[in-house]
């Protein structure tokens, strides 16, 4: 049984939590907050057998196989080799680092140790993304590809009034780009790979960073466009189009509902089967890592992916 401690504990915590509960050979660990009374009322709630005053103290504790971090999006790098020089294996949320070579520095790192280091991308080990390889065929020659994840935040009304709110905070790494952008941008690249070249446009908000942008991706033979918001809303699906027939998609991060409309003839539905909880894939990937399974190319993914938000970082605000 592989006892994961967790850190952080905020709903996403909880979510995984709750995601670990539905998964075989993996079971809860200590809870690790920066405060003590907080580390124990989440414990309490997600049924974890105890607490550490933080990430250090949890990677002593002796009782711990493996970690999940969940903390702000700045703060992954240093926690990550913390727990990777302990031997400890670690399950980090999205995005893994601020940067590709960040990562690429820990991957190094942790396959010198013989450690796990696994990026928390639910979207790589979704069931919709499985589906939507499978019908690829039906639709052709792939044309074009149009990739979003669209969705106002709550948050962003902490922003127009003008205060502080961590997932827009630049300084932890907070940015539209980073929290939903990257969803998008790694389904490309694990249905088509890395494009030839990118180029985007990210839009400025009163927090100094991103609110959402824009990007065209260019591959052999067809171009993608993704679009990323937490400041708007979108009414649209994604699609893929070939010279065959176009394939629409509920929602990029975790595809329920696909309609696959041929050039010729009637659009089919086909309803994705998976767990309540999109995190569940995640989880059993991370626990067959710690058993053996092979995650290098999961690890260059998230760096090919890491290496696309560093080229649509390097643009000015607008
Ligand atoms: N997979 C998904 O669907 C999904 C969804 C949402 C978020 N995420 C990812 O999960 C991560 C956390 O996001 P979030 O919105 O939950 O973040 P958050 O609420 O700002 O912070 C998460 C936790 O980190 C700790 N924390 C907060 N500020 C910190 C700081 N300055 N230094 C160290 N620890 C700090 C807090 O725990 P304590 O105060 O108890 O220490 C907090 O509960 C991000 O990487 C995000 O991209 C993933």
Redesign the pocket.
């Known amino acids: 049984m592989i006892r994961l401690g967790i850190v952080?504990?905020?709903?996403?915590?909880e979510r995984l939590a709750d995601a670990v509960g539905e998964v075989e050979g993996v079971a809860l660990g200590r809870v690790a907050?920066?405060?003590e009374r907080?580390?124990a009322e989440f414990a309490d709630r997600i049924g974890a057998p105890g607490t550490a005053p933080g990430l250090d103290a949890l990677l002593a504790a002796g009782d711990v196989d493996a970690v999940y971090l969940?903390?702000?999006?700045a703060?992954?790098a240093e926690q990550v080799r913390a727990a990777v020089d302990a031997g400890i294996p670690v399950l980090v949320?999205?995005?893994a680092v601020l940067t590709a070579d960040e990562w690429l520095d820990l991957v190094g790192r942790a396959r010198e140790r013989g450690v796990v280091l696994l990026e928390?991308m639910?979207t790589a080990y979704d069931p919709g993304i499985r589906a939507i390889r499978d019908v690829l065929p039906r639709i052709g020659r792939i044309r074009r590809v149009s990739f979003r994840y669209e969705k106002r935040s709550a948050r962003y009304d902490l922003v127009l009034a003008g205060e502080q709110t961590?997932?827009f905070d630049p300084a932890?790494g907070g940015s539209a780009l980073r929290?939903l952008g990257v969803y998008p941008l790694h389904a490309l690249v694990l249905l088509f790979g890395a494009p030839r070249q990118i180029l985007g446009s990210r839009v400025g908000i009163a927090a100094q960073t991103d609110g959402l942008g824009s990007a065209i991706a260019e591959f052999d033979g067809f171009v993608a466009d993704v679009a990323w918001s937490k400041i708007t809303d979108t009414a649209l699906p994604s699609e893929i189009q070939g010279e065959e027939g176009s394939l629409t998609i509920d929602a990029i991060d975790s595809p329920r509902r696909l309609v696959l409309t041929p050039r010729a003839g009637d659009a089919e539905v086909i309803d994705v089967a998976a767990p309540e909880n999109p995190?569940v894939g995640e989880v059993e990937r991370f626990r067959d890592a710690v058993h053996g399974a092979d995650v290098t190319a999961d690890q260059d993914r998230t760096g090919q992916a890491l290496r696309l938000v560093d080229l649509l970082l390097e643009r000015p605000l607008r």
């Open positions: 952080g504990t905020s709903s996403i915590s907050s920066r405060d907080r580390a969940a903390s702000p999006n703060v992954h949320e999205k995005p928390a639910r961590n997932i932890l929290d995190m």
